[in-house]
C-alpha cells in the first residue's frame, strides 16, 4: 500500500514539479501586487506584516497553504474607517 501511494507520486514528478513552481511564480507575483498597492491595508495586531518584500510573500505563502479558499479565504481585521 506505502509503495502504491510512492509511486503515485513518483512517476508524475516533473508535473508535480511545474505546479509547484508556478505556484511560487504565482504567489510571488501577488505578493507584489500587495507590497507596492496594498501593504497599508496588513496590519495585523500593530505589526506592519507587509513591510518587506519577504515577509509579505511568507504571510501569503503561509496563509494560502493554510486556509481552504487560498489567499481569498484570508480575512483581516477590519479598519475603523470615519466617513
Known amino acids: 500500500m506505502l509503495l502504491t501511494v510512492i509511486r503515485s507520486v513518483?512517476?508524475?514528478k516533473k508535473q508535480l514539479l511545474v505546479?509547484?513552481?508556478?505556484?511560487?511564480i504565482l504567489e510571488f507575483y501577488f505578493s507584489?501586487?500587495?507590497?507596492?498597492?496594498?501593504?497599508?491595508?496588513?496590519?495585523v495586531d500593530g505589526i506592519d506584516v507587509c513591510s518587506e518584500l519577504l515577509?509579505?510573500?511568507?504571510?501569503?505563502?503561509?496563509v494560502t497553504l493554510k486556509s481552504d479558499g487560498g489567499f481569498?479565504?484570508?480575512?483581516m481585521p477590519p479598519k475603523?474607517?470615519?466617513?
Do not use: A, K
Open 10 to 12: 513518483w512517476r508524475p
Open 19 to 24: 505546479t509547484i513552481v508556478w505556484m511560487i
Open 32 to 43: 507584489l501586487i500587495l507590497y507596492y498597492f496594498l501593504y497599508e491595508e496588513f496590519v
Open 55 to 62: 515577509s509579505c510573500f511568507s504571510m501569503i505563502v503561509d
Open 72 to 75: 481569498t479565504g484570508f480575512n
Open 80 to 83: 475603523n474607517y470615519y466617513y
